[in-house]
């Protein structure tokens, strides 16, 4: 399990990015976790989506239901 503090996250973000390839990275706020970064295959996976270039996205009332891709 790869976990990251905020200061560490501030300080190498490119790095979270690449870990994130072989597995969800942790994000720690304070003493606990609070956030999980995925890559999109692994968050994919997790939705149940098939379609890899039709992401799933869940969207709230005024908020913009589309996805970017990089």
Known sequence: MITLSEEELAR???AALA???????FLIEGKQI???LLSIDAYNR??????PDEPRVNSEE???PKLSRP
């Not at 870990?19 to 990275?25: L, R």
């Open 12 to 14: 190498d973000p490119d």
């Open 19 to 25: 870990a994130s390839k072989s597995g969800p990275v």
């Open 34 to 36: 609070a956030y999980v």
């Open 46 to 51: 997790l939705a149940g989506e098939t379609d």
């Open 62 to 64: 005024g908020q913009d």
